[in-house]
């Protein structure tokens, strides 16, 4: 029989299926302040093939075998004793699984436990991957009003005891409580166990991502929400991507063990184990070289971030407010409410200068276009500082200030 008409794809795609993105929108600009990338000149290269070289000299007749599906045993080892020693969590290494980068895990959890219609809290505006995975998955997103020191505990339990009388108790409560992204802010100790007993007492599960946590430069560490749980509430996800190279994408889940095995079975139908190459080097790495490299990159993006907010003073003035993170890689920028950012960026990005509206990162959908996330990892000091320039002289000329 001759098949005469190609099939149109489109009509038949699960309603689960994400947007369409056309390759166009991968373009970067030469001073590139939109993706948290870290700076390439200090990929620790020959730490890692060194690394990766004695573990395959010692391990690589395992390779002949599929991964466990947690991931590697010894980097789920040392990811127990990383969060003990860093992070106050006591946790069994049977109680982590690796996976491909935090996001790989955070769409996990979205599609074990979010169906269509649940309510999900994240703040105000908050990572726009999860967002749009959320939206996805069909959930109802509220976010919550936060300040420099994270989400408002009164404007919580106002939203939550809101939607519990229409009978829409939330599911899930997402956060990033440290150097959050897109606003830079870290939560408090008194806000963090603020949540903690909200959530506590509505019964809700709190998934922590803790992703940027290791690229504090100045301050004090804040303890992890996880750490605080008495309950076992709080599922948390961490990265090795942003300390030691996004490219080699390796995060790590704790949770218990009615979704870990859930997980597992994901992985088993499949087969999306982790990478045994990457874990191999990654581990080697993290127990010899890991802690020396990201004293260094700490330094090269404490300059950064310094560049930028004095080349904004400088350029900027009165005329915009911005976020002075303790970490991460990655500030907000507040412009006067009548300047849309979003509607330039493409204009922006022609003149060379990347950045992230501030809409891309609200929960509803609507908000922030004033608003833009700038990261300053990737360029030099020397860039940024060209960049902001590019910037103002734009934001001049469309009259912003």
């Given at each position: 029989m001759e098949n005469k008409k190609l099939i149109e794809f489109n009509k038949i795609l699960s309603k689960q299926a994400p947007p369409f993105r056309d390759r166009g929108e991968l373009v970067r600009g030469k001073y590139d302040f939109a993706i948290a990338y870290p700076d390439p000149d200090s990929l620790p290269i020959d730490g890692l093939v060194a690394a990766l070289k004695e573990g395959l000299a010692d391990e690589g007749s395992d390779l002949a075998l599929y991964p466990d599906v947690q991931g590697y045993g010894p980097l789920r080892e040392y990811v127990s004793y990383k969060l003990k020693r860093d992070r106050a969590m006591t946790v069994d290494p049977e109680q982590v699984v690796l996976g491909d980068g935090s996001s790989q895990h955070i769409a996990t959890i979205i599609d074990l436990l979010i169906d269509p219609g649940d309510t999900v809290i994240t703040e105000d505006f908050c990572y726009s991957n999860t967002l749009t995975k959320l939206r996805i998955s069909g959930a109802d997103v509220h976010g919550i009003l936060c300040d420099d020191s994270g989400m408002k505990p009164d404007n919580l339990e106002?939203?939550?005891?809101?939607?519990?009388?229409?009978?829409?108790?939330?599911?899930?409560?997402?956060?990033?409580?440290?150097?959050?992204?897109?606003?830079?802010?870290?939560?408090?100790?008194?806000?963090?166990?603020?949540?903690?007993?909200?959530?506590?007492?509505?019964?809700?599960?709190?998934?922590?991502?803790?992703?940027?946590?290791?690229?504090?430069?100045?301050?004090?560490?804040?303890?992890?929400?996880?750490?605080?749980?008495?309950?076992?509430?709080?599922?948390?996800?961490?990265?090795?991507?942003?300390?030691?190279?996004?490219?080699?994408?390796?995060?790590?889940?704790?949770?218990?063990?009615?979704?870990?095995?859930?997980?597992?079975?994901?992985?088993?139908?499949?087969?999306?184990?982790?990478?045994?190459?990457?874990?191999?080097?990654?581990?080697?790495?993290?127990?010899?070289?890991?802690?020396?490299?990201?004293?260094?990159?700490?330094?090269?993006?404490?300059?950064?971030?310094?560049?930028?907010?004095?080349?904004?003073?400088?350029?900027?003035?009165?005329?915009?407010?911005?976020?002075t993170p303790e970490g991460g890689l990655y500030l907000w920028l507040q412009m006067p409410h009548s300047a849309d950012l979003t509607e330039i960026t493409k204009e922006a990005l022609e003149a060379g200068v990347g950045y992230q509206p501030g809409t891309m990162f609200a929960a509803d959908a609507n908000s922030g276009e004033n608003y833009a996330r700038l990261c300053f990892g990737y360029n030099s000091s020397e860039e940024i500082s060209q960049g902001i320039e590019v910037l103002a002289a734009l934001f001049t000329k469309k009259g912003f200030f």
């Open positions: 106002m939203v939550i005891a809101d939607l519990v009388a229409q009978d829409k108790r939330p599911k899930l409560i997402y956060t990033i409580p440290t150097f959050q992204n897109p606003q830079g802010w870290t939560m408090t100790l008194e806000r963090r166990k603020a949540l903690l007993d909200i959530a506590s007492f509505y019964e809700i599960p709190i998934l922590e991502d803790d992703c940027y946590v290791d690229l504090r430069f100045e301050g004090d560490n804040v303890p992890a929400i996880h750490s605080l749980d008495l309950t076992g509430q709080v599922m948390y996800v961490g990265s090795f991507s942003k300390t030691i190279a996004p490219g080699l994408r390796m995060g790590y889940f704790i949770g218990p063990e009615e979704i870990i095995g859930r997980v597992r079975m994901v992985r088993k139908i499949s087969g999306s184990g982790v990478n045994e190459f990457t874990a191999l080097a990654i581990h080697r790495y993290a127990i010899s070289g890991l802690d020396g490299h990201v004293a260094k990159i700490l330094k090269i993006q404490r300059d950064r971030r310094d560049t930028m907010i004095a080349t904004l003073g400088e350029m900027f003035g009165s005329n915009a407010k911005w976020s």
